[in-house]
C-alpha cells in the first residue's frame, strides 16, 4: 500500500521539473511518520488538534505558517525535548523527512 503510493509519488516527480523529486518523496515519508508519531496530539490532515496538560496543541498547518519558519528550526525543535511534548526518537533522516512534510502545509 504504502508501497504504491511512493510508487505513483515517484510516477508524478517524473513529470514535475528536476530537484523536485527527492523533496516530494521526503514530504510522503514526513507525512507517514507525523501520522504514526505526532497525530496523537498535533492536528493534521484537518483533524482536530488536541490539549495536553492545559497547552493547545499548534496544527502543523499553523507551525508552519509561523513567521521565519525554516527546516533548522523545525528539526532543532523536534530534535529537544521540551515539556508538554516529549523527545521522540526518531533518526536524523525522519526529522528531515517531518520537517518538510511540515512545511509543505504552508
Ligand atoms: C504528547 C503530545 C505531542 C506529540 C506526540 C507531539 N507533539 Fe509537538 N507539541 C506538543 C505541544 C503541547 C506543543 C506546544 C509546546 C509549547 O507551546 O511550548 C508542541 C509543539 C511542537 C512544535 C513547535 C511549534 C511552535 O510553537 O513553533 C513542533 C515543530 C512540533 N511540536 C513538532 C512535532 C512533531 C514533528 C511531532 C512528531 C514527530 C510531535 N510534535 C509530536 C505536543 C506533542
Do not use: W
Request: glycine letters at 8%; aromatic letters at 2%; proline letters at 8%.
Amino acid at each position: 500500500m504504502l508501497l504504491r503510493t511512493l510508487h505513483i509519488a515517484v510516477a508524478l516527480c517524473a513529470l514535475s521539473p528536476v530537484a523536485h523529486g527527492q523533496t516530494s518523496s521526503a514530504i510522503v515519508r514526513g507525512q507517514e511518520i507525523a501520522e504514526r508519531a505526532c497525530a496523537g496530539c498535533h492536528a493534521i490532515n484537518g483533524r482536530q488538534g488536541s490539549t495536553i496538560l492545559g497547552t493547545d496543541v499548534p496544527s502543523f498547518r499553523a507551525i508552519a505558517a509561523r513567521p521565519n519558519q525554516t527546516p533548522q528550526r523545525l528539526q532543532g525543535f523536534i530534535m529537544t525535548p521540551h515539556r508538554p511534548m516529549p523527545g521522540i526518537p526518531l533518526t536524523l533522516a525522519e526529522i528531515n523527512d517531518v520537517a518538510a512534510y511540515i512545511l509543505s502545509l504552508k
